[in-house]
Structure formats: C-alpha cells, structure tokens
C-alpha cells in the first residue's frame, strides 16, 4: 500500500503523486481569517466549510488517491459531521477515531498542548483522557502535532511538541507517526526513542515549499520513497 503524508497546506492545496491512502495532518484549510487574523471561530468555520464544499471538492476530485484521511490542526474549526456533510465519500475526518484500510490499521488525534485561541488545543488532563483511547497496534499513528522533542524546534530554538505524545508512542507502539503543526521541524526524526514508530513531520511549510513523504507500507515493511 501506498502512503502519501502531508500537514500544513493552510488551504494551498499541492499536487499530490498518486497513492492508495493521502493522510493529512492538520491545518488543511485557510484558517487566518482576515489580514492574517482569526476573526473569530464561527466566522472561520462557515467560510472553511463553503471552502471545503468547493476549492476542496474540486481539488480532491482531480487527486489521484483511493482513499483521503483528513485529521483537523488549529487553524481547521470543522468537524466530522461537515466533513460527510460536504465532501465525496473518500474524505474521512477521523478526531479520536480510526479506520482499517485493507490489512493496515490508522488512528487519528488533533490535539495539542493550548496556544493562542485556536481550536483542537486542550490542557493536559483533558488531552490525556483524549490520548487514552488510541489503541495499540497502529500501523499508522496520525497527529496534528508532533511528540516534544521529536521535529518539534521551532525558530526560536523552542521544542513547541507535546509531551504526553512520547508516552503514547512507548506504550502504543504504532509503527508510522505523522504529524506538523510545527512547520520548520520538517523530516524524519533522528532519534531512537523507545518506541519502534518511524515519525515524521510532513508539514508543507508556508514560504519554502516541500515535497509530500510516501511511504510503501506492507504489514511486514516500511519503505520511504520520497
């Protein structure tokens, strides 16, 4: 099976080489509001839904994948229901919720450690009850954000990741972490923690744009093509 993996796009939506699943890892949509600035959640989520129901549609008709797994970032405020509400029936938006795609098992988390006033962020006692109920023996494990200390510096020097995500990882044991939300922590990462996942930021970045990471994922490999 073939794994296309990117986050990030903030509504610039890329060619995307053809594939069996597309993951994407949050902040599909234009989310800034106006002037860059979020005018307010209920104003950013009726102009992201007329978004999805036409640049999206449009774009994800022409997009040579079978299947499209959609986890929401901090700048998406729609939801699972607009998703099935608006799009084509290869689009799934999976918050704390999973799907099987042949022998290969995904999950899908969009929380974050709170920032600003943007959606999907929750404190830790809430986060964690959310990061509980991902299941052991993923083969694909998909975040809005990355684990701290994982593809996480930011250009501050600062590891912006979520620290209950390394807990998770070493317990739950998927073996393929994607995520973003931190776009200048691009890559795979060089570490080797004690979880056996490869994990991987695939943020397309806003200024320097990157190519997509695909994957050939069987239930017995993991091959990086790009």
Not at 29 to 49: D, K, M, W, Y
Not at 92 to 97: E, S, T
Request: negative net charge.
């Amino acid at each position: 099976m073939r794994l296309v993996a990117i986050a990030d796009p903030h509504g610039t939506l890329p060619e995307v080489p053809p594939c069996d699943v597309l993951v994407i890892a949050g902040d599909l949509c234009p989310g800034f509001g106006i002037n860059g600035r979020l005018v307010s959640s209920a104003f950013s989520r009726e102009h992201q839904v007329e978004w999805l129901a036409t640049t999206y549609t449009t774009w994800e008709r022409g997009t040579p994948a079978e299947h499209i797994l959609l986890v929401p970032g901090n700048h998406d405020w729609f939801t699972a229901d607009d998703i099935e509400a608006c799009l084509p029936v290869r689009s799934k938006c999976l918050v704390d919720d999973g799907v099987r795609i042949g022998d290969l098992k995904f999950w899908g988390s969009p929380w974050t450690p709170p920032f600003l006033s943007w959606n999907y962020m929750l404190g830790d006692r809430r986060r964690q009850a959310r990061l509980a109920a991902i299941p052991e023996g993923l083969d694909v494990l998909i975040t809005h954000g990355p684990p701290l200390g994982i593809c996480d510096l930011t250009v501050d020097g600062i590891h912006a990741g979520d620290p209950l995500l390394i807990g998770v990882a070493e317990r739950k044991q998927p073996r393929v972490m994607v995520f973003g939300h931190i776009h200048e922590g691009w890559g795979p990462s060089p570490y080797n923690w004690k979880s056996p996942a490869q994990m991987w930021n695939v943020s397309l970045g806003l200024d320097e744009p990157r190519p997509p990471l695909v994957l050939d994922i069987t239930p017995t490999s993991i091959i990086p093509v790009m």
